[in-house]
């Protein structure tokens, strides 16, 4: 099964990511963790990526790509997996789906986790709050801002996008943690 979370940040991507991953027995991918690991082994990809991932700006859709290319190409990605943080723009999407039709793979599901915008920022505060203070460089006011209007500009008109391909499956992201998991599992049972 191939999938791809869509939704903002806080939206509660990561979270389901990691149940899909359990429940599914596919990784998680997620750019934005494999970008903070090369942040912190201070890769050529690492340098370039900090200063644009702190500010919440997005990383160059080559680097991206490029990253996303090499790891669906590893050994456990041939039954399937969970995109968590990519695409975010229109251009990653199409380079996604000419890397797919290359290897002749399809997408089961693109999961759009809707939630209202103000709770987004509660929520990133109480990550940062039972972390017990900032861990990731864009986990503060300003940047998640940033974060969030990128989100609306580039990032959102996928959801047209996914609609018109006809793999969209909107959610409720605001229920509980585990009445999303049910929900989401639910909707891939019908589709799947
Ligand atoms: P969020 O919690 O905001 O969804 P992520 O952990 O997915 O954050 O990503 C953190 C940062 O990593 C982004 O703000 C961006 O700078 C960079 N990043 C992650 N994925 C991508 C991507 N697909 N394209 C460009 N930049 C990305």
Same mark, same amino acid.
């Given at each position: 099964?191939?999938?791809?979370?869509?939704?903002?940040?806080?939206?509660?991507?990561?979270?389901?990511?990691?149940?899909?991953?359990?429940?599914?027995?596919?990784?998680?991918?997620?750019?934005?963790?494999?970008?903070?690991?090369?942040?912190?082994?201070?890769?050529?990809?690492?340098?370039?990526?900090?200063?644009?991932?702190?500010?919440?700006?997005?990383?160059?859709?080559? +680097?991206?790509? =490029?990253?996303?290319?090499? $790891? /669906? *190409? !590893?050994?456990?990605?041939? #039954? @399937?997996?969970?995109?968590?943080?990519?695409?975010?723009?229109?251009?990653?999407?199409?380079?996604?789906?000419?890397?797919?039709?290359?290897?002749?793979?399809?997408?089961?599901?693109?999961?759009?986790?809707? +939630?209202?915008? =103000?709770?987004?920022?509660? $929520? /990133? *505060? !109480?990550?940062?709050?039972? #972390? @017990?203070?900032?861990?990731?460089?864009?986990?503060?006011?300003?940047?998640?801002?940033?974060?969030?209007?990128?989100?609306?500009?580039?990032?959102?008109?996928?959801?047209?996008?996914?609609?018109?391909?006809?793999?969209?499956?909107?959610?409720?992201?605001?229920?509980s943690i585990d009445?999303v998991?049910?929900?989401?599992?639910?909707?891939?049972?019908?589709?799947?």
């Amino acid at each position: 099964m191939r999938l791809i979370l869509l939704g903002p940040p806080g939206a509660g991507k990561g979270t389901q990511a990691k149940r899909l991953m359990d429940a599914h027995g596919i990784p998680q991918l997620s750019t934005g963790d494999m970008l903070r690991a090369a942040v912190k082994a201070e890769t050529e990809i690492g340098l370039k990526a900090k200063d644009i991932m702190a500010r919440g700006d997005l990383v160059p859709d080559a +680097v991206v790509v =490029g990253i996303v290319e090499e $790891r /669906v *190409e !590893q050994p456990d990605c041939k #039954s @399937g997996f969970i995109l968590d943080g990519f695409p975010r723009t229109v251009a990653q999407a199409e380079a996604l789906e000419t890397m797919l039709n290359a290897h002749g793979m399809g997408l089961d599901a693109v999961i759009q986790l809707e +939630v209202d915008e =103000g709770a987004l920022a509660a $929520r /990133v *505060e !109480q990550r940062v709050a039972e #972390s @017990g203070g900032a861990v990731r460089d864009d986990d503060n006011v300003e940047a998640l801002k940033k974060r969030l209007a990128v989100y609306r500009e580039q990032t959102a008109p996928l959801v047209d996008h996914y609609r018109s391909t006809g793999d969209l499956v909107v959610i409720d992201g605001m229920k509980s943690i585990d009445e999303v998991e049910a929900d989401i599992n639910e909707a891939l049972s019908v589709r799947t």
